[in-house]
């Protein structure tokens, strides 16, 4: 399976939650019986109020415009057909965690674009990818038709250490894992310190997974002091030659001081051990976790500057809608995503590929 079609199943919840407001069933049913063979109302129709001579709804019937869990995945197939009025649109926004300003803009926006003439598939499309497109420049390339497939080229670090940081239960140390498989395949000569000291079997953890891909680890004891193992991790790369660092740090909540203190004082030793560096800190965000996330974005933020996000576990929520407020509130890079456990499963982040995932659009050949 492609990582397209592995994004797309990925981001079915979230697609789910946008597209469940879209489809009045009492006119639309799921199975094929419009003139064209998609059973829903062609771009430009408005959709029909409910039949007063339609029959009663049985016990247990979806509610009316909303589309029941055993016709969601059709009607994820079928969203780039529907006419969405722009209050259920707004709200399905909110619900998949897009944020109240941020929705208002996507369908302010849609709205404009749908005036011109353009459909309401593309409309959104272009709305969201508006929102969620960092790069100005690739921005204005795409709007005038370009496409471009950023995943061609690898994402480069800033430097040669990469501080990884989060919360507890993100997965921080199978995404390092991932990471060091990603940037291995492509040429780089990657090193991993094990600086999750206080998690029972953290360090071993990251150590496993460094001997199945052919990586050095930097260990230390149970309990010992995680900015010692980063400044052997970070002397040792320098030693080795190696090209990458990547640092693991120990689950946190953001919301305690002396363990913010903690990850500041592991970035201080590592320049003192290679001037310059991190230059990158990466922070594993949890999607499932919502508006929450981009808290722990803010305050991680604040305490270590943080120069990119990895957006893991979007295949198991409906929140997806998160990677926006990330991208244009706080203005941080998303680097990668990840839809499930295998080491295929976390790329590069691509916000046209995200959004036409997100609406079952077709993927565009650069």
Not at 209 to 230: C, F, H, K, Q
């Amino acid at each position: 399976m492609s990582w397209f079609e592995r994004l797309k199943r990925g981001l079915s919840k979230t697609r789910g939650t946008i597209t469940e407001a879209a489809e009045p069933l009492d006119d639309a049913p799921a199975t094929d019986a419009g003139g064209d063979g998609s059973g829903a109302a062609p771009p430009g129709t408005a959709t029909a109020e409910p039949s007063a001579a339609k029959p009663a709804k049985q016990a247990g019937d979806s509610a009316p415009g909303r589309v029941s869990s055993g016709n969601r995945a059709k009607a994820g197939r079928r969203a780039a057909t529907w006419e969405m009025d722009c209050d259920d649109l707004e709200f399905a926004l909110i619900a998949a965690d897009v944020g109240a300003k941020l929705a208002g803009e996507v369908v302010a926006a849609a709205k404009k674009e749908r005036e011109r003439g353009t459909s309401f598939a593309e409309s959104l499309e272009q709305a969201l990818l508006d929102q969620l497109e960092p790069d100005r420049m690739r921005q204005k390339l795409r709007r005038v038709g370009f496409q471009l497939d950023v995943t061609r080229k690898v994402v480069e670090p800033a430097g040669k250490v990469v501080m990884v940081v989060g919360v507890n239960g993100v997965g921080k140390t199978t995404t390092i894992a991932k990471l060091g498989a990603y940037y291995s395949r492509n040429g780089r000569r990657v090193i991993f310190a094990a600086g999750d000291t206080f998690r029972a079997a953290g360090s071993a953890q990251l150590a496993v997974w460094g001997e199945r891909l052919g990586i050095p680890t930097v260990t230390g004891p149970e309990n010992s002091d995680p900015a010692a193992v980063a400044f052997d991790g970070a002397q040792r790369r320098k030693a080795g030659g190696h090209d990458l660092l990547f640092v693991d740090t120990a689950g946190r909540l953001h919301t305690k001081h002396n363990l913010m203190e903690e990850l500041k004082k592991v970035r201080r030793v590592i320049d003192r051990a290679d001037p310059g560096e991190p230059r990158d800190v990466w922070l594993v965000l949890d999607a499932v976790t919502g508006q929450n996330g981009l808290e722990q974005a803010r305050r991680f933020n604040e305490a270590v500057a943080l120069t990119g996000v990895i957006v893991t576990k979007l295949d198991g929520t409906a929140k997806g809608g998160i990677l926006l407020p990330i991208t244009r509130e706080l203005g941080l890079p998303i680097k990668f995503i990840g839809v499930g456990e295998q080491e295929e499963d976390l790329q590069p982040y691509d916000a046209a590929a995200f959004v036409q995932a997100l609406l079952d659009l077709p993927a565009r050949a650069a």
